[in-house]
């Protein structure tokens, strides 16, 4: 298994190899190099000092300190010449110059007329590191000033630090591994959890929780993890909620009919009336089941097509006249009065046939739930950005306790269940429809008094 922990132990290793591969080169590789460059550069700058206070004709004491500065400083050795080559002054201190020949490179100062620096061996083997400067004034040279310094051997150093480096490159090595792998198993354990949780919950397991130990973005992972199996868990129970309701729902008027359609074959000598009578429950009862089966239908296209709202713009009060039209055989039937309120282009921007429904539903309601001869208000409120309809009846309304389940699939409250049979969905088919477009809808209602309806709508832009 190519595990993510497994890459990254090797990046936090590959981590450290470049590391101590810098750290080489630095420390090693270079350190001579780096060494001389530092001192050759001290030794140029002192020398120009020193050239500086000769050009300018110190005093002979102040010079003469600056010379024992030096020699104390780097155990350097200055020797003054003339162009000629003529020594004029020599400080007599160490090194030891057995054998080096330094007119050479005295020459080579008096020739180039720039600084000049070189490495000398003297006959113990020993380093010498010569610095020459030429002392110029306008545009002659008056002097060379010749500064030897002893160097040390950077061999035996470099030797002690290649031996250091082996002990650390073998510490830092083995504490990394170890290190790199707790970290690898430490990052990747979260994972692995998820990853079972998830495994799990595929399995049907929707009870499983992930541990949510960090805040960081494994942290978010669980919890969102967790988040889904929740949401899951409740569509599983709504799923069965909405099996053992509908197979509820169905049980009566399937029974009914199957009851009176046994009466009607077994029982001999039924009269007409009776006949007309037992067969009128038959089929009101099969027209309920219609009505249900279609309701269930549209509730769960509504909710499984809930980003997919067909939005166009409309005229809100075209739509109430309409759905006013559709009900009028029950209107009349009950000798209600309809009284609509509303300008006639208010334009909104919406599902057309989806609000269609949720108007036709709330204005069936009102007209199941109103005493005859009673008056039901329409209205459609313009309230700038949005528009407000309401369905107003005077009917027998809904008790505090029973409005917040009214909206629930299948909950009829204990009221009006007795005159009326529905199944209901209405209302749970309203607010899935208003929902999906995002608007405010609710109700308010008194015992004995009526309801009102509402929902707000946005208006077209
Ligand atoms: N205007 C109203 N006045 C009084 N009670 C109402 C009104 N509207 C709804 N209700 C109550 O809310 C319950 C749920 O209404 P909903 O429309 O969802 O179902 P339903 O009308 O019983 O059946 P259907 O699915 O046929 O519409 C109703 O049973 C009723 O008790
Ligand atoms: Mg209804």
Request: glycine share 4%; hydrophobic share 45%.
């Amino acid at each position: 298994m190519k595990s993510i922990s497994i890459k990254l132990w090797g990046l936090m290793l590959a981590l450290v190899f470049i590391a101590l591969a810098l750290i080489w080169c630095f420390q090693i590789v270079f350190l001579e190099s780096f060494y001389f460059n530092i001192h050759e550069r001290k030794l140029l700058t002192e020398g120009n000092h020193l050239v500086a206070m000769i050009k300018n004709n110190e005093e002979k004491y102040i010079i003469e300190e600056k010379l024992d500065e030096l020699l104390l400083k780097y155990n350097a050795r200055i020797d003054l010449y003339t162009p000629n080559g003529v020594e004029i002054y020599s400080s007599e201190a160490a090194p030891k110059m057995m054998g080096v020949d330094k007119n050479i490179f005295l020459m080579e100062v008096i020739k180039s007329k720039k600084p000049v620096s070189t490495f000398k061996e003297n006959r113990m083997g020993s380093s010498l590191f010569l610095v020459g400067l030429p002392v110029i004034r306008d545009n002659v040279m008056t002097a060379a000033v010749i500064m030897t310094t002893p160097v040390a051997s950077l061999e035996e150093t470099v030797d002690t630090l290649k031996e250091q480096f082996v002990i650390i490159s073998l510490i830092l090595i083995s504490v990394s591994a170890i290190l790199a792998y707790v970290f690898s198993r430490y990052f990747t354990k979260p994972i692995l959890e998820i990853n079972k949780a998830a495994k799990t919950m595929a399995e049907g397991n929707l009870s499983i929780r992930v541990p949510v130990s960090t805040k960081d973005e494994l942290g978010m992972l669980s919890s969102t993890i967790n988040h889904l199996s929740s949401q899951l868990q409740k569509i599983e129970q709504l799923r069965k909620d909405l099996i053992a309701n509908v197979s509820h729902e169905f049980k009566t008027p399937l029974s009914l009919i199957k009851g009176y359609a046994e009466t009607m074959r077994d029982v001999e000598n039924i009269s007409e009336e009776k006949r007309y009578k037992q067969l009128n429950i038959i089929i009101e009862e099969s027209d309920k089941l219609n009505h249900m089966i279609n309701e269930i239908l549209d509730l769960s296209q509504i909710q499984s097509d809930y980003y997919n709202l067909n939005r166009t713009d409309f005229s809100i009060s075209d739509t109430i006249r309409a759905v006013v039209n559709r009900l009028a055989y029950h209107t009349e039937n009950k000798n209600l009065r309809i009284e609509v309120d509303c300008m006639d282009a208010l334009l909104i921007y919406a599902d057309e046939k989806r609000i269609e429904q949720v108007i036709y539903n709330l204005l069936n309601n009102a007209i199941n739930h109103s005493e005859q001869q009673s008056s039901i208000f329409i209205r459609a409120i313009d309230h700038g950005s949005v528009i407000v309809v309401e369905i107003e009846d005077h009917g027998e309304g809904i008790s505090q306790e029973e409005i917040p389940y009214i909206w629930d699939r299948f909950y009829k409250a204990k009221e009006a269940s007795a005159k009326h049979k529905g199944s209901g969905l209405g209302l749970a088919i309203v607010k899935s429809i208003l929902e999906a477009h995002k608007a405010n809808f609710g109700v308010e209602s008194e015992i004995g008094k009526g309801s009102k309806f509402w929902f707000e709508i946005r208006k077209s832009a």
